[in-house]
């Protein structure tokens, strides 16, 4: 039978043989069997070896012994993520970008083109990356989880702010089953690790007044960012997974897990399990204790007592009043 | 000196014509001295007249007499729209388009590519008009008013219903200053007439949970929609103006003074003047009334009571408890 010549160089003919190197893990498979299980010639196998290769798959290749699979890369392949995720909504469809501005802003696009809940959109490097206020969100290539959602959940504008209640303890709990750390919470969206901030969470919205069109929940968390490579303006004040544990985490099990905590909490939310949701999140969060909180320009010293049902701060001021915030900047206090 | 060629078809001329016409209005100007306050030919100058006819100028040539304006169209085009219309904000940029899709989204789209505020869209026609929660919103050419404006302010989004309200207050001032017509106001957004709906307030947001990026203010009001226009789901529940006063409305007008009342009212709204607006919205809406109000998909009698500072719609049920409504359709009870 005659060798395909048009499959030379097809994408879907590498994923085969990436699966069957994977398959094989740490024993050879000669050319001869890759060609023969794919339909392909000899040549063509040796130019997909090298492709995976330039994604950065260490394969091992030798005469008369074959290829090899020593080391899968630990980037946000659409492959590698997807390779036992099986969440129900999020991460159904995955788009992985090696750069792009930011991964909130290519989901919005993909919203209003009519992309349907549960995509994720995750990129190596945002040139663009953005916080909340529009501030700018450091997200240097390969050392973070930087990826974005979008969500079509039935709700008011009002209601969104328990969005990002939920994907902040949804991360939180992806973290703790992939590393064992236990973040904590910081209203209204903020992770934090001895002290530091880890990650936070920027969500948007395109709604009317009583309906959500769609949301889009960016994620950022610093995962191997070293102490060096942080800008002098979040030395001290940032921390990354890999400096709190002194390792190198592997990104593609750590988005796996998030991924399938957020698919979780995400369920339950809609299902109405809000307050249970909100209870964890409370768990987890700076409550209790004195901030420093800026409302209106003002800063000034308050305690940080509950969230409501609303996903609003509850603070005591000095004179014992309690009052509802609804956006404001929570500084933790180091005592 | 010889008369310019290239100038002949340049539209910026055509609005030096079309001004030197009004400006005489009701008397002939010789083609010999449009070409000569032009500087340009005789044949030039035919052509632009020609030009003029074709966008609907009502202009009659008479042979040694010259060309006099009898009329001017009335569609929303910019030069007639801008004329006069002196407003800080609203109208300062001001595209038109015969037909569109939905005034809404053409100013989305602007907003996304960093348009600024104040911006008007209007048209003629919309294919794709939309009202609230996705229903749609007759739009049929020339018969009414479809617009939208950008607005861009510092607001929280759950402050964005306010605007709703401002908008509807507006565009009610707008119609009693050009008609004379009182219109009445139903939250959140509808306008009537005669106890019938003559017209209605898109509002659309984009933004992060702390900070609005921008919002669209979409207005559709019925002018001259004729009783036989009607769609049969429309006739008997819907009015124009025309039907209201017997009479063809100047649309051209009628849109300006709006926009103007819009941009006093959003120039107060900015000024922190919100309660006064709002006790004007209250004086003009049905409050105090008996109306049918849909709950998460129940339908119940109540009596609306009041709006409050949030623009949230108070109500009282049959058993005396006031509670505040985020989102509801109302529905008046004609007794």
């Not at 663009?128 to 700018?136: I, K």
């Not at 950022?220 to 490579?229: A, I, Q, R, T």
């Not at 750590?254 to 809609?270: H, N, T, V, W």
Request: with cysteine.
């Amino acid at each position: 039978m005659a060798k395909k010549v048009h499959g030379e160089e097809s994408p879907s003919i590498r994923e085969e043989v990436l699966r069957l190197l994977k398959k094989e893990k740490g024993r050879f498979v000669s050319g001869e069997e890759i060609s023969a299980a794919m339909d392909i010639s000899r040549t063509a196998v040796w130019k997909h070896i090298q492709a995976l290769r330039e994604e950065g798959y260490d394969i091992i290749s030798l005469p008369r012994q074959g290829h090899r699979l020593l080391a899968v890369p630990d980037r946000l392949y659409p492959r590698e993520i997807k390779e036992g995720l099986a969440t129900a909504v999020i991460g159904r469809h995955y788009h992985y970008y090696p750069v792009v501005d930011s991964t909130n802003t290519v989901v919005r696009k993909l919203a209003a083109e009519g992309e349907e809940e549960g995509t994720v959109v995750a990129a190596e490097e945002q040139t663009g990356g953005r916080g909340r206020l529009g501030r700018s969100w450091f997200s240097p290539p390969g050392s973070g989880l930087w990826f974005s959602l979008l969500l079509r959940p039935a709700l008011l504008p009002r209601e969104v702010p328990r969005l990002t209640l939920v994907a902040g303890l949804a991360t939180a709990k992806g973290i703790a089953k992939a590393t064992g750390l236990e973040v904590r919470l910081k209203w209204p969206n903020d992770l934090y690790l001895n002290g530091r901030k880890l990650g936070g969470i920027l969500t948007e919205m395109e709604a009317e007044l009583d309906r959500v069109h769609f949301v889009v929940v960016g994620i950022g968390l610093n995962v191997n960012v070293g102490e060096e490579e942080w800008p002098p303006s979040l030395r001290g004040t940032a921390i990354s997974l890999r400096e709190a544990c002194g390792r190198e985490i592997p990104r593609v099990p750590l988005l796996q897990a998030i991924l399938r905590e957020l698919d979780d909490c995400y369920r339950r939310f809609l299902a109405g399990e809000f307050p249970a949701l909100l209870q964890e999140w409370r768990q987890r969060a700076y409550l209790g204790c004195p901030v420093f909180i800026t409302l209106g320009g003002e800063k000034r010293r308050v305690e940080a007592v509950d969230v409501d049902e609303e996903g609003l701060l509850l603070i005591r001021k000095e004179d014992g009043e309690i009052s509802r915030v609804v956006a404001g900047d929570v500084e933790l206090i180091q005592e």
